[in-house]
């Protein structure tokens, strides 16, 4: 168990755990591993390898923005602290060189050697590494590779099924890791369920919320443009082919009145969806902004397509809405069932509109805001520590 003081679960003059973390990009966009370690950076010591993905390259805006910043994050030879404050400690950060594809044979080993080369030679300066901690399966060639005490993968997604990703390597890379870690921590019971197919056992970490973050409130309301009008549903996250088109098409036709903005990150989104005029695309905005803008929608909605990929995912988002206290309407998935005492959950398109309509009329019911209380046993800090437990646990 975590202590609650500084020091952690170590006595005074103990050597502090190193962890090593593969993960996405540090502070490039809110994840579940980066809000977990976030949480025990004060009790473990953290380096944090950024990786370069695992999309196949494509001759586009969004990936030559990457590269030029993986290049930039590459010729910074010495891994680097963050900007940090005398409370807010922050992981060494590296960005390795890396080759950016893994279906050959060749591809595998370059990258073997790549990256060997580089963190052998970061640890031969004395670090020790207790735990190495993975969210990706790109690692699949480390394992044996790297003076690490113990494997830990953290299931976050179902990567066969992920669209732009070579499903199939990833896939192959994924079993690989599953068969070969000392212990794997799944996001959800059906990753679980489906790491069990692959031939290991897992255990439960869901995801938390921070809960203050979201229910905080400005003196004055957030400013939206003058060409989006009210009354206003809003989106977060990664605005992409998961999204139920028809859906929104319906939405849009069914309630002409209503301003239904997507905020987030663009990739390889339904071209449809800039040709709907009540429709608003926005770029991705920081945490504190986000939550200005949902204290001022009137309803917060996750309209997703009914699909393989959308019933093995966990959107972090969902407690996010909840904590927010405003009225929220998603889809009928198994990562929202849980909490269908907490929102309105919609089967049908029908059932949508009509739960939008419903919430833009009566807000959150009763019951709903009683369901939401259980989000105080919620918070990331109260996952982490259990999370941890997670990690050292022998079984």
């Known amino acids: 168990m975590i202590s609650s003081d500084h020091g952690g679960p170590y006595a005074k003059g103990e050597r502090r755990e190193h962890w090593l973390v593969f993960s996405d990009d540090w502070g490039r966009h809110p994840s579940s591993c980066q809000y977990l370690i976030e949480q025990l950076l004060d009790r473990i010591d953290v380096t944090w390898v950024n990786t370069i993905g695992m999309r196949p390259p494509r001759f586009d805006r969004v990936t030559l923005d990457r590269v030029w910043g993986k290049i930039r994050g590459n010729f910074n030879s010495r891994p680097r602290n963050p900007k940090q404050s005398k409370h807010s400690p922050q992981p060494?950060?590296?960005?390795?060189?890396?080759?950016?594809?893994?279906?050959?044979?060749?591809?595998r080993a370059l990258n073997r050697w790549l990256l060997g080369t580089q963190l052998n030679k970061l640890l031969s300066q004395g670090t020790q590494v207790d735990i190495a901690l993975?969210?990706?399966?790109?690692?699949?060639?480390?394992?044996?590779?790297?003076?690490?005490?113990?494997?830990?993968?953290?299931?976050?997604?179902?990567?066969?099924l992920w669209p732009g990703l070579d499903q199939k390597t990833m896939g192959r890379l994924e079993q690989e890791v599953v068969l070969r870690v000392d212990r794997i921590v799944a996001a959800s019971d059906r990753l679980q369920g489906r790491l069990n197919s692959l031939g290991r056992q897992s255990a439960l970490c869901t995801h938390g919320v921070d809960i203050q973050k979201w229910q905080s409130t400005t003196v004055n309301p957030y400013s939206w443009p003058s060409n989006i009008r009210r009354p206003l549903a809003l989106f977060w996250g990664v605005i992409d082919r998961r999204l139920d088109t028809e859906l929104i098409v319906d939405l849009c036709?069914?309630?002409?009145?209503?301003?239904?903005?997507?905020?987030?990150?663009?990739?390889?989104?339904d071209p449809v969806l800039e040709q709907?005029?009540?429709?608003?695309?926005?770029?991705?905005?920081?945490?504190?902004?986000?939550?200005?803008?949902?204290?001022?929608?009137?309803?917060?909605?996750m309209p997703y397509a009914i699909t393989p990929l959308t019933l093995a995912m966990q959107p972090l988002k969902l407690k996010e809405y909840l904590a927010t206290g405003r009225p929220t309407i998603v889809r009928q998935l198994p990562s929202t069932e849980p909490w269908s005492n907490a929102c309105d959950v919609a089967e049908t398109h029908q059932a949508f509109v009509e739960s939008i309509r419903r919430c833009l009329k009566e807000g959150v019911s009763r019951e709903q805001i009683v369901a939401r209380r259980s989000l105080q046993s919620e918070s990331w800090h109260q996952k982490a520590a259990f999370f941890y437990e997670l990690v050292h646990d022998a079984n």
Not at 253 to 269: C, E, I, T
Request: glycine share 2%.
């Open 92 to 107: 060494r950060v590296i960005t390795p060189w890396m080759w950016p594809w893994y279906r050959r044979r060749w591809d």
């Open 134 to 160: 993975t969210t990706i399966p790109i690692v699949a060639d480390l394992i044996d590779q790297l003076p690490v005490n113990r494997w830990v993968y953290y299931c976050v997604d179902d990567f066969s």
């Open 253 to 269: 036709q069914r309630l002409p009145d209503l301003s239904l903005v997507l905020v987030g990150p663009r990739q390889q989104a």
């Open 276 to 301: 709907l005029s009540n429709v608003h695309l926005v770029p991705a905005v920081k945490t504190d902004e986000l939550a200005a803008m949902a204290q001022s929608a009137d309803c917060l909605v």
